[in-house]
């Protein structure tokens, strides 16, 4: 089991140095360089929500990134259309560009791409307040009734990228995932709000997956999937102050889908409110062979109201019962503690830890986890987990 207060000294200093980093104007011998201001209007983009930004925005960012003064790209108050934006950074000679977002970014309805915002290989990138509109009403409509409808895309993604900050954006109604981390290092978010309805499909909240050092601090997340998922590859990974509801939950997972699968490790999550979701604190696996594994995962201090599955392993994941391929669950899930979990169960079992018998949980720990359903404690059932408790299943 980790050193949690050495990651949590570690997280939390990282986080207070990127953000001085990011908030301050570059100093050098003889002098403070004054940070250069850029808007987008100035460039072209117009605020009635109808005429395509996308080439003010992608002029902004060219003018940034060819200048080594550290620089703010100014969204202004107003509705910008942006059909589609990808700020690639391989050769951006500045590795200090702040977007400050008054206003509204709003997507096409009809978008059919992957991603509609999209950050790569870029470093020191910090995006300051604003609102992203993914407009994903129409595709929800369609996928609940009809099928050949396009996949969705995601909000904002960031992809091979290192020193990043997102503070105070708002997110709404994405087509898919509304934030994605994907093999970065050192990403800070915090005061992220996100919101769809409880019914829209596959618009996880915030998904991490090969990152490193990632943290998200002080969020609110609704929406109709996982409020936070964390993928393949994912370590050292701090998470706290969080409100989920509705959603899916904090998820691990789904892993164990390729046999040749990173690991996640040394993951932290706690402080959270669970309000009416479908899952709280959940690792879930495919029942095939895989060297994937989970280790060192703490979930700690954590209520739940009206919550399905409070606290669930399920290493037979399989949604909706399709294509399942019903093999040895080969990921591996040890080192996982419980501590201080309250709140009300909307089911008779609380606590779920349905383990594989070819790989079953090992060092599991549980302390401190009550859980309520109809005002007389919720049951627990366990299978293949071993590990220490005080008053759970564990043996």
Known sequence: MMNYNIFITCALTTFIGLAFMISSPMVVEGGVVPRRIINVMRLGAVPDGQTDASLPFQSAWASACSSLTPSTIYVPAGRFFVRSAYFQGDRCKNKAIRFVIDGTLLAPSDFRNSVWIKFEKVTG????????????????????????????????????????????????????????????????????????????????????????????????????????????????????????????????????????????????????TFTSTENGVRIKTWARESNGFVRGVLFQDLTMVNVQNPVIIDQNYCPGEHNCPRQMAGVSISNVRYDNIHGTSASEIGVKLDCSKEHPCSGMQMEDVNLSYENRPAHESCVNAFGATRGNCLI
């Open 125 to 272: 990138v910090s995006i300051l307040g604003g609102f992203l509109d993914g407009r994903g009403t129409a595709l929800w409509a369609c996928k609940a009734h009809s099928g050949g409808c396009p996949a969705g895309a995601t909000t904002l993604e960031f992809f091979d990228s290192k020193n990043i900050m997102i503070t105070r954006l708002t997110s709404i109604n994405s087509k898919k995932f509304h934030i994605v981390i994907n093999a970065c290092q050192n990403v800070n978010l915090q005061g992220i709000t996100v919101s769809a309805p409880g019914n829209s499909p596959n618009t996880d909240g915030i998904h991490i997956e090969s990152s490193s050092g990632v943290t998200v601090l002080n969020s609110r997340i609704a929406t109709g999937d996982d409020c936070i998922s964390i993928g393949p590859g994912s370590s050292n990974l701090w998470i706290q102050t969080i409100t989920c509801g509705p959603g899916h939950g904090v998820s691990i997972g789904s892993l164990g889908w390729s046999l040749q699968e990173a690991g996640v490790q040394n993951v932290t999550v706690k402080t959270v």
